[in-house]
């Protein structure tokens, strides 16, 4: 298996490409294939003590770096030469299974959608990350920041895919799909909301996918849902409260349990199941976001990942591409297009 990795995105690149492809090569057995500044790279290796690429580990250079404040709509023609470009060009061209970057979303789903191309019938692609459950299970969230607005027949085929993608990754045999809204009740939300619900219970009712009708936002992290469709502002201020709430509570913990001797000897006691809680709640350790509906896997890690987290995102890549998750969707597009059955309640 090969793994092409963007070397140049994200703010601690390309130390942090680099380390994590020597980790994944070696503890994964995969191959990786480092794109970007061939000097930069190799000095990196060179100030941890590597004078040579270890097996499993190469290097395509690629002189351009596609830059955060780049239009994303315009990087696949001004900036051809850069890391990003040219590893998805490897990978649409066959030469590598999965992609991994951290740099800019935006170019990474713009230009991944231009070279790559996303499965015939899917309308957009989305971002489906897991998030960890109390149940000790996670849940695909689909879609968390790819698309801003979305008409009730995108969020239907997130239901499909995140569905899917649940079934694969999760071994859910019938995944719980639920949509955000602010309540539960069928009459919540807007125009997008009520009328993607009516699209989810139609779809339910002819045994298209398994639809637990709306969730809040509460109760997601506690494992109200296998799948919970969005669209892309509200699955992303979701997934960011989320966020800044695990690291509010992890300090909050913290600072607890160092306040005096008694509580720093409770600490003790409760570290193993603190570290495990740190784990669950580390978006290092879960690695990055499969784009879904493109033709082969695509991973964003997050953009400030470190060496653990680019590992953990090369990994994420590695089981995509076991797993068959881009053919399968494409193989089973039938069942994530809109049937025309539908077609009255969605408009289309």
Request: proline residues 3%; aromatic residues 4%; hydrophobic residues 45%.
């Amino acid at each position: 298996m090969r793994i092409v990795v963007d070397a140049m995105g994200g703010d601690l690149a390309p130390d942090a490409a680099a380390l994590g492809a020597l980790d994944a090569a070696e503890k994964l057995g995969v191959q990786v294939v480092l794109v970007g500044r061939g000097e930069q790279i190799l000095a990196c290796l060179k100030r941890h003590g590597i004078e040579t690429l270890p097996q499993g580990v190469e290097i395509a250079h690629a002189e351009d770096v596609v830059d955060m404040h780049d239009d994303p709509a315009s990087v696949v023609k001004t900036r051809k030469e850069s890391s990003m470009v040219v590893g998805l060009r490897m990978l649409a061209d066959g030469q590598g299974d999965a992609f991994v970057s951290a740099g800019s979303t935006g170019a990474l789903l713009s230009a991944a959608t231009l070279i790559v191309k996303r499965v015939r019938g899917i309308r957009r692609a989305a971002m489906g990350p897991l998030i960890p459950t109390k149940t000790g299970g996670r849940t695909v969230l689909i879609d968390c920041g790819a698309n801003a607005e979305c008409t009730p027949e995108f969020l239907l085929q997130f239901a499909f895919m995140g569905s899917y993608y649940a079934q694969k990754t999760l071994a859910v045999e019938r995944p719980r799909v639920a949509l955000l809204n602010i309540g539960a009740e069928d009459t919540k939300g807007g125009a997008l909301q009520k009328q993607t619900y009516a699209l989810l219970q139609k779809a339910n009712d002819a045994g298209y996918i398994n639809f637990a009708g709306n969730i809040e936002a509460r109760d997601v992290p506690l494992g109200g849902a296998d799948v919970v469709v969005a669209d892309g502002f509200s699955g992303n201020v979701l997934l960011k409260g989320i966020e800044g709430t695990a690291l509010f509570m992890a300090s909050l913990v913290k600072k607890i349990f160092m306040r005096n001797f008694f509580t720093k000897l409770a600490g003790l006691v409760c570290k193993q199941g603190i570290a495990k809680l740190k784990g669950m709640l580390d978006y290092r350790e879960t690695g990055g976001t499969l784009l879904l509906g493109i033709t082969k896997p695509v991973v964003k890690a997050h953009g400030s990942s470190d060496r653990l987290a680019m590992f953990h995102s090369i990994r994420q890549a590695a089981e995509a591409v076991e797993a068959g998750v881009a053919q399968d969707l494409a193989q089973n597009i039938d069942k994530m297009t809109v049937p025309k059955e539908l077609d009255h309640v969605s408009g289309t």
